[in-house]
Structures are given as C-alpha cells and as structure tokens.
C-alpha cells in the first residue's frame, strides 16, 4: 500500500505478558518514528530511526521497551511485561529523512489494552 | 523545556470561522504543524509553517505565526460538520526529527 501500515490494529493482553507492535513505513522514507497515545492526550514521542544511525532513543519511558528495525523497511516495538499504564494508541510514523518540512506520515495506530 | 499548549474544546456552527490557537515555549522551532485526528482514523497532516513566515493560506485554511508571542493559529473558514474532529499543533525545533505535540484541540461543529 502507499501509507504507513500497522499491525495488529488491537491487542488485549494480561498484565506481565510481552507484546510486539509492527510497522510498515512507506517505502523508501529512511525515517521512522514512534509516539504512544494515551486516552485524551497528546502524542508523546518513544524513539526514532534515521536510516543507520544510532536511533534516538530518549523517549522509550523504560527498559521494559524496546524497537528494531530492519534496514530502512520495518520497525517492531516491544514492551516486556506490560503493566496498565501501558494501555495507549501507539503510533507509527515515516518521513522521507532528507532537509526541509520532513512531513511524518503516521500510520492507523495500535491500540494495546492490558488487564 | 519545551512545551506546547493548546485549549481543549472549540465549538462552532456551520458556515462560521474556527480559530484553533497554540502557544509555544522553544525559540528555536524551525517548523510548526497542524494535523487533524478524526475518530477511529490516523493522523493527517493539514498544513505547516516555516518559522521564517507569519502567514500561510491554503484554501480553507490560514495560519497565523506570531514569532515574538509564540502563538500559532489555525483558522478554517466556513467551517463544515466534516471537520469536526481533533486538531493538534506540533513543533519541531532544529535539527531534531521529534516533533513535541499539544494535547490537541477537540473542534465540534453544529449544524
């Protein structure tokens, strides 16, 4: 497809279990991001990847959280024993990388329930 | 630190101006943006302004920059129940990537 695409679009899991959230950027944007949604909030940032460099990874709010990515194709997030605060829409987005606006064009989100 | 402030509700009738606004604390936004989230949709981008520029038109919206006060507005004319939805304002700041978000404006337009 020609936008930014995320699976699953909803995961319910336990308190404790891992989950492993997908995202397929839109070809060839070398960047890629990550923001988590929490109900009635504004997009905070996890992490980011620009082609291969070391990705900024200032936002991820602990070690429970972890992203790949492979090349400059897909990215999957991990949180190790998710906790309810967990529960949020994330958000991926990609952008081509170059100078300029550098547009970000998110994709439909994953909304992650844990109970 | 950075911070980006927007008010939570605005509502409207059909056919009149909406005016979103924004304020923002870091000096060194080199881009501001608008998107529009709408239920159960992604976000879409709808239009942004260098921080070199005061205004920016694009048919139904104008954005208003105010560099020395840090505002950014939003405005949508004749406004339509389609666009009922949630309008953030995000900044991005140098040569960093990340952009910092409002916590979104919630627009409802009434017929």
């Known amino acids: 497809g020609a936008g930014v695409s995320q699976s699953p679009s909803n995961k319910v899991t336990e308190k404790g279990k891992d989950v492993e959230l997908r995202c397929d950027p839109i070809s060839g944007h070398t960047a890629l991001y990550w923001y988590r949604q929490r109900l009635g909030q504004g997009l905070e940032f996890l992490i980011y990847f620009q082609g291969n460099s070391a990705p900024d990874k200032s936002g991820l709010p602990s070690d429970r959280f972890s992203a790949e990515r492979t090349g400059e194709s897909v990215s999957t997030l991990t949180i190790q024993r998710t906790q309810q605060e967990d529960s949020a829409v994330y958000l991926c987005?990609?952008?081509?990388?170059?100078?300029?606006?550098?547009?970000?064009?998110f994709g439909p989100g994953t909304r992650l329930t844990v109970l | 630190g950075e911070d980006v402030e927007q008010s939570l509700f605005l509502s409207v009738r059909e056919g009149d101006s909406s005016v979103i606004n924004c304020t923002y604390t870091d000096s060194s936004s080199t881009y501001l943006y608008w998107y529009k989230q709408e239920p159960g949709a992604g976000l879409q981008l709808l239009t942004y302004i260098f921080s070199n520029m005061d205004m920016k038109q694009d048919q139904r919206l104008t954005v208003l920059l105010n560099k020395k006060d840090k505002h950014l507005s939003l405005r949508i004319a004749d406004t339509q129940t389609g666009d009922s939805a949630i309008y953030f304002c995000a900044e991005r700041t140098g040569n960093n990537r990340k952009l910092i978000w409002g916590l979104g404006t919630s627009l409802a337009v009434n017929p």
């Open positions: 987005a990609s952008s081509l990388g170059g100078s300029g606006t550098d547009t970000q064009y």
